[in-house]
């Protein structure tokens, strides 16, 4: 036992090393936001890290994500350690881009220092050559599912085959010699501690909608026209109609934003766009709401006797956080702050967000804790990371012990996880489970 504790120590003296080195990555990832599948420079950035340690890897996975490999002295399982890419869009933020509105709201930022932290650990000298296995360092992608009318195109054209990064990735085959994976996103919850872990997540599916109306001079002779945005408005109101009948314990969200109102002021709106989220705790819960959903949809077309376009993409599934896991990454969080510190959220408790590891926990067992360091609200103009040391190394370092934890003594520990913790479905059921909820439909408002 004494030697994995000082393989521990040895990580983190690496990591601690490093100190400038890693904040300053999540440092310069924050000054140039890319939201999700046009992460270039991000890539950049990652690729010229990942060079600097020595790592070999690939790129352009799922357009803009990496995969690089640390092999330990012995085989055995692989254990991936992931960091998210993209940005937000939110305009007013203290670090948007002006030009985009692109700014990193969600901390994904800190992600890149956290992994490139994890295996600047990992590689350091006396400690990879005592694990049996291989870390895979995976810059993903595309995490926050944005900009839909613009991955629906890349979807059509054939670029993209599911539509956000995590999901593209599992397509793509990218997960499939990885056995575990584990990530620790930044919360600004003080109820999450220094470090918290467990809880679960919103699955949803995605909807992008054009209203279809008729173009006619608004001022001259609005009632030779069909107007779209009329119509579309009658479907968000009808939307707020439903929320009585959604039951608590299925978190449903519904929510949208008009991304298209219309194209010239004096000229009756005929092509109006709306882009939509249906969230919910189950994939039950999620197909009832998103029959609603329609339903209101078809109602603004109906009233106003326009077309509407309901296209449904496949969004994120629940979370499941492997306790084994979770117990592993819980006691190596407690070393380094404290037991007090370190939170645990029991699994009936649901954050109404998503994240596209929920897919990947559907398939392999996974881990997606959350560290402090971050101030505001999430997804807000004042959501900002204000202490590296928590937000990066903290969570580098206990991701590095976590994995050799799993990969020490012949990887008995991550032996077992696998042993004990059956997915919920293969990839393949994964993949026709997601194939199916693409669903396109025209409704005409007759
Ligand atoms: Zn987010
Ligand atoms: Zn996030």
Redesign the pocket.
Known sequence: MARVEELKAKAQAAIDTRRDWLIDVAKTVLHHPEPGFHERKTADLVSQKLHELGIAHDRDIALTGLKGYLTGGRLGPTVAVIG?MDSLRVPGHAYADPATGAAHA???HCQLGMMLGAAVGLQAAGVIEHLAGRVALIAVPA??FIDVEYRWQLHQEGTLGLMAGKQEFIRLGAFDDVDMAMMV?TTSRPDDGQFAVGGTSNGHVVKYVRFIGKAAHAGGAPHEGINALQAAMVALNALNTQRETMRDNDTIRLHGILTKGGAAVNSIPADVRYEGRVRGRSIEAIIDANMKMDRCLKAGALALGAQVHIVTIPGYLPMQNNARLMEIFKSNAAHLVGASHVKTHPSTQNRGGS?DMGDLSQIMPVIHPYTAGATGTGHGVDYVVQDYEQAVLAPAKAMAMSVIDLLVEDAAKATEVLAKSPPTMTKEQYMALQNSRFIEEIYEGK
């Open positions: 998210e969600c901390g994904h995490e926050e996103h994240t």
